[in-house]
């Protein structure tokens, strides 16, 4: 169905409100954007071209919320893209991006021309590899069909063991245990949250979650998943131990789908490579959320997989199309409610710089200050939306703080924060 | 159906009907005001739906909790009159509620 474009559409400048824009792929990333090019005055036409056949969707309540009513949230009422002039094709997989003809091709064989198109593509549950890792009753977490197996498995009272304690698999089990299901974690590295917390905060989850029931096994190395009738039964550890199983999770990262943007000879390193506008190599692809390793100030590039980020990769996308001043740079957060705790770190969590805890781990409600000299680079925090809230304060103005003041809960934030 | 005016931060007027039982943020994600980006999709987590209230409206909805209170504590632009939207729900009595959308932080 592709039809010559003639050389003048070829050549004509990328972007303007009047472009015709693709956005390939609905999560959070996708929906936003195309929210907010109408918002900003986009008149070109604008598609937003979806695998799935739900709405875009509230991807956080997956690992949080599986189990009671609100896991099923849409980003926008149904009718929003009517009425906004924007054309959902949802349920149509993109299988080609051509960046000479400036066309998305769809499993169905269809074509889509484009002015800019927007690679919104997202990640995949990394798969486990081991033996036995195909079996039925062995899942992922990205999409709502996972999370209703999830449910489903809670409701009977499955025997959960999940393979990964990052956040996902931490939420899922704090959900899992309040629900009286017996649930173990088996991480390999030697804690909870390595890839994304300090060694502080992991050191008060893994208890909290002992506390409530959760078995977490650290350094726990899985060999094999056995079954029987193709169903999964059990875990084996290298340790040679195998732990029962009526369901599991793998919640150990996740990949960028990157082949569109690879077999097009975008440039990929981890991940699309884009710049602090959502530009690509190719001057008339975009691409925004967790598909992207995106410049992160202080940090260099980097992935960021979390809705802040593939919120502000939209609002840098909308301000390239629109021609508009881009956004400011935002500084990278994060929140993940377990148990009966609201994580919310803000900045990105390196070692080796000094941390000073404000308040009480065993109460809940606690911040952990990382600084370099008095310069606060990030704060993880639990139960204490202030210190999170002021935190982001202190990272932005670059204040230099006491780390005494900071460590001392009688010194409000507010003398410390205006002090700066 | 209550009918809720939203001031947005390029100064435009728009107002907008919003069903009792939602929010005030939900008001503005349905009908595509700019301002409130409404990340975390109303779970007060975010504070990005931070508005203004003005004094005799201000008693039409529930108070704020100790939590709405602290994320508008450091707040850009925090002011007595805050409010974060998605915990603004709209009863029957909320006809003609006036909100500015704060500028974004």
Redesign the interface.
């Known amino acids: 169905m592709t039809t010559e474009i003639p050389h003048a559409v070829r050549t004509r400048p990328v972007a303007g409100p009047d472009a015709r824009v693709v956005v390939v792929g609905g999560g959070h990333a996708g929906a936003?954007l195309v929210?907010l090019l109408?918002?900003g005055g986009h008149r070109g036409e604008i598609v937003l071209v979806g695998e799935e056949h739900d709405h875009p969707y509230?991807r956080?309540?997956l690992s949080k919320k599986f189990a009671c009513a609100e896991l099923e949230?849409v980003?926008?009422?149904r009718e929003?893209y009517a009425e906004?002039g924007v054309t959902l094709r949802l349920g149509s997989p993109i299988v080609g991006l051509d960046p000479a003809a400036r066309t998305v091709t769809s499993a169905g064989g269809d074509s889509l021309e484009y002015d800019v198109a927007v690679l919104a593509t997202g990640a995949r549950p990394r798969p486990l590899a081991v033996p036995g890792a195909g079996l039925a009753g062995v899942v992922g977490l990205r999409n709502l069909a996972d999370a209703r197996v999830l449910r489903s498995w809670v409701t009977e009272g499955r025997r959960l063991v999940i393979i990964g304690a990052g956040y996902v698999g931490l939420e899922v089990a704090a959900v899992a245990a309040a629900a009286g299901v017996p649930v173990t974690v088996l991480e390999r590295e030697e804690r909870v949250l390595n890839r994304v917390a300090s060694a502080e905060l992991s050191a008060i989850m893994a208890e909290a979650h002992g506390a409530h029931g959760v078995d977490i096994r650290v350094g726990a190395l899985v060999a094999e998943l056995v079954g029987s009738g193709g169903a999964v039964r059990g875990v084996r550890l290298e340790s040679g131990e195998t732990l029962s199983a009526e369901g599991v999770l793998v919640g150990i990262g996740a990949v960028p789908r990157t082949e569109l943007a690879e077999a097009a000879g975008l440039e990929c390193a981890g991940g699309v490579v884009v710049d602090e506008g959502a530009r690509t190599s190719d001057p008339a692809v975009l691409a925004i959320g967790d598909v992207t390793v995106r410049p992160v100030d202080g940090v260099g590039r980097m992935r960021l997989e979390s809705?802040?980020s593939a919120?502000e990769q939209a609002k840098q996308a909308a301000a390239a199309i629109l021609g508009t001043a881009p956004p400011e740079a935002e500084i990278p957060w994060f929140?993940s409610d377990q148990l009966d705790r609201?994580l919310?770190i803000v900045g990105v969590v390196r070692s080796g710089r000094a941390v000073v805890l404000r308040g009480d781990p065993t109460s809940g409600r606690f911040a952990l200050f990382h600084h370099e000299h008095g310069l606060v680079r990030a704060v993880e925090t639990s139960n204490?939306?202030?210190d999170?809230?002021?935190g982001?304060?202190l990272i932005t103005s670059g204040a230099v703080v006491e780390p005494r003041r900071l460590a001392d809960p009688d010194v409000p934030?507010?003398d410390i924060?205006h002090a700066g | 159906m209550p009918e809720i005016t939203y001031v947005v931060p390029d100064g435009s007027v728009h107002v907008v009907d919003v069903p009792a039982g939602q929010s005030v943020m939900d008001g503005s994600?349905?009908n595509?005001?700019?301002g409130i980006?409404a990340?975390?999709?109303g779970?007060c987590?975010?504070?990005t739906c931070h508005v203004y209230l003005e004094g005799e409206f201000a008693d039409l909805f529930d108070e704020a909790t100790d939590?709405e209170r602290?994320?508008l504590?450091?707040?850009e632009g925090a002011q007595p009159t805050s409010r974060l939207s998605c915990q603004l729900i709209v009863t029957g009595s909320c006809d003609g509620v006036r909100v500015t959308v704060a500028p974004e932080a």
């Open positions: 936003a929210g109408r918002q509230h956080p309540p949230q980003i926008r009422p929003f906004q809705i802040p919120t929140w609201k919310k204490s939306p202030a999170f809230m002021a982001k304060k934030l507010r924060v | 994600v349905r595509n005001l700019p980006v990340e975390c999709g779970s987590s975010c504070a939590e602290e994320l504590e450091y707040a």
